[in-house]
């Protein structure tokens, strides 16, 4: 069996690309959420203010 044959096929790979997108946009959501949470105090030692959360 030749290389291109043993291969997987492309449209697996459209699967990978939408499991990366949706793991990336859960870990901001996480972040977004966990720096919400913070008291405006916490988010000046850290270098933010809340416009910068978003």
């Given at each position: 069996?030749?290389?291109?044959?043993?291969?997987?096929?492309?449209?697996?790979?459209?699967?990978?690309?939408?499991?990366?997108?949706?793991?990336?946009?859960?870990?901001?959501?996480?972040?977004?959420?966990?720096?919400q949470?913070?008291?405006?105090?916490e988010?000046?030692?850290?270098?933010?203010?809340?416009?910068?959360?978003?």
């Amino acid at each position: 069996m030749e290389f291109y044959e043993n291969r997987a096929k492309q449209p697996f790979f459209v699967f990978v690309l939408i499991w990366r997108a949706w793991k990336k946009w859960l870990l901001q959501r996480q972040t977004r959420r966990l720096l919400q949470g913070l008291s405006d105090a916490e988010l000046r030692d850290i270098g933010l203010n809340r416009n910068d959360i978003g």
